[in-house]
């Protein structure tokens, strides 16, 4: 069974989550932010275009995982 992009972008956050415990409040403000705004985010989901294509929920998740591993 394969994964909707939705999903994929969901459970990207919550392997983050996984580590809220090590994380300092920058970390954890930028995770909440992108849950948040993904679970808000949800409820259009239906008026715009689909996860996965660069839309925002995959640019704001994206960014967050790398912000919370301290990527570039």
Do not use: C, I, N
């Not at 392997?15 to 949800?42: I, K, M, P, Q, T």
């Amino acid at each position: 069974m394969s994964e909707s992009p939705r999903t994929h972008l969901v459970s990207e956050l919550e392997a983050l989550l996984a580590g809220w415990h090590h994380y300092d409040s920058d970390r954890r403000a930028v995770l909440s932010g992108a849950v948040s705004f993904l679970a808000e985010d949800g409820a259009d989901a239906g008026r715009r275009p689909a996860p996965g294509d660069g839309t925002e929920d995959e640019k704001v998740v994206q960014a967050a995982v790398r912000a919370v591993l301290r990527r570039h």
